[in-house]
C-alpha cells in the first residue's frame, strides 16, 4: 500500500491500486463533506478517514473544490444518473417514479453516505456560490428527471391533469429530496425502504381509503 | 438605540427596547446560522447582521449554544407549534396534514429563514451532538404531530388502511420535511404555496387520473 501513512512518501502507485486508492478518497470525502461540512473537511480529516497521508490526497486532487467537484459528480450519477437509467425501463408515469426511488433506495444500501452529502452539497452551494459553478448539479438532475417522466406521460396521453405541470414536477423534486433527507439524516437503511413503499402507495393513490368525516 | 454600535456600550435597556433588540438577535442568528452553518457563525457575525455591537449579543445570550438552543425553540415555536394549534380546528386526517402545511407556508411567509434553519439544525445536531442534548427536537416534533393525527384517525374510524402505521408516519414526516427543504434552499414563497396545492391534491389523492398504460 504505497500511499498509506510511511517513511516512503507518496511515490507514484501503479495504475489499478491508483484508481482504487482514488476511490478510496472519494468515498472518504464524500463522509467528511457530509459529516462535518465543507469548511471544516481539511485534506487532513479526508486522509486520517481514508488511512492515507495528506500528501497523498494532494498527490490525486489539487484542492478541496476539486476533490468536491468530483465527490458531487460521483454522488449524481450513483443516485440521480442510475435512478434516470433505471426509469427507461418503466413504462407508465408512476412506474418511472417508483424506478428511480428504487434505484435511489439501492444507492443508499450500497453506500449510506451519498444521501447526506447530496442534503448538504445543496445547502453548502448556497453557502459557497464557487461550489455552485462547478455544475453538476444534483437538484436540477432530480428536476430533469422528473419533467421527462411528467411530459412523457402527457405526450403518451397516461396522464390527465387540470394541474400547473410546473408545480407537479417541483412537488415531487420536493418530495423526493424529502425522501433523500430522510435517507440522510433521520432513518436507517431499513426504515428508508418501508417509507419509500408508502410512498409508491401515496403516488398510486392507494395509500388511504378515507371515509368521509361526519 | 443603546445597543448600536456606539462609544456608550451595552447598558441596560429598558424592559420594552430589550425584548425588541432580543428579537432581532433571535431573527438575525437564525439567518446567519442557515446561512453559514454553527461553527463559521460567529457573535461578530451575528452583530454585523443585527447592527449591533458584539458585547450587546454577550448581554443578551452568554454563549452560542445558549443562542441556538433559543432560536431552536423560537422556530419549531413558529413553525412547528403553529402548526399544531391551527391543525386543532380540522376533524379529518388530510385537513389536519393541511392545515399544518398552511401554517408552514404562512410561518415562511412571515420568515423565510425558518426553513432553511430547521433544516440546517437538523445537520448541525449530527455534526455537534451536544446542540441534540438541549432538546425542542423539530423532527420529533413533526413526528409526535403526524402521529397523533393519524391515531386521530383511526380512532375516528375514518382511516382504513392496511398499511404500517409506523412507515406511513415516518413517510409523512419525510414528505413534510422535503417541503421545508424546498421552502428553505430551493423556491421562492409563491412556488412553497403552488407545491404545498399539488401536495394537498396527492394526499387527497387527487393529484392525477392515470390511465392504465396500453
Given at each position: 500500500m504505497p500511499h498509506t501513512a510511511s517513511r516512503r512518501g507518496p511515490g507514484r502507485p501503479p495504475a489499478a491500486k491508483a484508481a482504487e486508492t482514488r476511490e478510496r478518497i472519494l468515498r472518504s470525502a464524500r463522509q467528511v463533506f457530509s459529516e462535518l461540512g465543507y469548511d471544516a473537511a481539511t485534506f487532513q480529516a479526508i486522509a486520517l478517514r481514508a488511512d492515507l497521508t495528506r500528501p497523498a490526497i494532494n498527490h490525486y486532487f489539487p484542492n478541496k473544490r476539486a476533490l468536491f467537484a468530483e465527490v458531487v459528480e460521483r454522488t449524481n450519477a450513483l443516485v440521480i444518473a442510475a435512478g434516470v437509467e433505471r426509469a427507461?425501463?418503466?413504462?407508465t408515469l408512476v412506474g418511472r417514479l417508483e424506478a428511480f426511488l428504487v434505484a435511489a433506495v439501492q444507492a443508499d444500501s450500497e453506500d449510506r453516505s451519498a444521501a447526506a452529502f447530496m442534503v448538504a452539497a445543496v445547502l453548502e452551494s448556497q453557502r459557497h456560490?464557487?461550489?455552485?459553478?462547478?455544475?453538476?448539479d444534483a437538484l436540477q438532475g432530480s428536476r430533469d428527471f422528473v419533467a421527462w417522466a411528467v411530459n412523457e406521460a402527457i405526450k403518451a396521453g397516461e396522464l390527465t391533469t387540470d394541474t400547473d405541470v410546473t408545480s407537479l414536477v417541483e412537488m415531487l423534486v420536493a418530495v423526493f429530496w424529502g425522501m433523500g433527507f430522510y435517507a440522510g439524516f433521520v432513518g436507517d437503511h431499513e426504515q428508508l425502504e418501508r417509507i419509500t413503499d408508502q410512498l409508491k402507495l401515496l403516488l398510486e393513490h392507494r395509500l388511504w381509503r378515507l371515509k368521509p368525516a361526519k
Open positions: 427507461q425501463t418503466a413504462t456560490p464557487e461550489l455552485r459553478q462547478d455544475g453538476n
